[in-house]
């Protein structure tokens, strides 16, 4: 069965004080790791996409890693608008059609 | 701004009725996806559309269908609802139809907020 695994749950941070979040995967047939912003009342925001294993992206105070089983965003030198709830998905392809399997996300929130 | 439209953006319905949401996806986007994002559960995949036909089903309840229009846009339609059913219901789109050949990510609308009372 498909599983997506986030953690921490929550984090809390200094502004200022870098951390990683880290998003563990099992799946069959992956074509792809998402990251994900959402804000409070809003839908997700795409952030990044990572195919392959040792693929990094970065935007701005993001940047996203891919291992064969887990991913990790890391983010440095945070700010208070980086406060959000950080959803990771994997993509499963499966017959010419995709679905996405969603981990439950990490809220973080960055206090100034 | 991902120019995935969901309306209405809160619901309030009492078990047993029916109701309609309705998505737009971002103009160019030929594939509609619907989810169920509730607190204990994340966002869940219910159902996906291309151009119009049915792509792929999720952990879709008998009790719920959608259909996508020829002008892309998309409905889905809970009936008999029960109290389980309040949650947030999120409408994605995407270029192609997914797969191995589809490179584009899912843009998500901001949902509506469904609550059965």
């Known amino acids: 069965e498909d599983q997506v695994t986030q953690s921490p749950e929550a984090l809390r941070l200094q502004e200022g004080e870098s951390s990683s979040l880290n998003c563990s995967y099992t799946?069959?047939?992956?074509?792809?790791l998402f990251w994900y912003r959402q804000d409070p009342g809003k839908g997700p925001e795409f952030l990044f996409t990572l195919y392959s294993a040792g693929e990094e992206k970065e935007k701005e105070r993001l940047k996203a890693t891919l291992t064969k089983k887990e991913s990790f965003l890391h983010i440095t030198a945070p700010k208070p608008e980086d406060s959000a709830t950080y959803l990771c998905?994997?993509?499963?392809?499966?017959?010419?059609?995709?679905?996405?399997?969603f981990g439950k996300g990490t809220k973080l929130t960055v206090n100034p | 701004d991902s120019g995935v439209t969901q309306t209405p953006k809160h619901l309030i319905t009492a078990t047993g009725q029916r109701v309609t949401l309705r998505c737009s996806p971002r103009?160019?986007?030929?594939?509609v996806y619907w989810y169920q994002q509730s607190l204990d559960q994340g966002l869940q995949f219910l159902i996906q559309?291309?151009?119009?036909?049915?792509?792929a089903k999720g952990n879709i309840l008998e009790r719920f269908s959608a259909q996508q229009f020829p002008d892309l846009h998309s409905e889905l339609n809970l009936s008999s609802l029960e109290l389980g059913d309040s949650a947030l219901y999120f409408c994605?789109?995407?270029?192609?139809?997914?797969?191995?050949?589809?490179?584009?990510?899912?843009?998500f609308g901001d949902g509506t907020r469904l609550s059965i009372l």
């Open positions: 998905a994997v993509r499963r392809v499966q017959g010419g059609s995709e679905k996405l399997v």
């Open positions: 994605a789109s995407s270029v192609g139809p997914g797969g191995s050949l589809s490179n584009q990510p899912q843009h």
């Open positions: 799946v069959s047939g992956l074509r792809g």
């Open positions: 103009s160019g986007d030929l594939s």
């Open positions: 559309y291309y151009n119009g036909e049915e792509r």
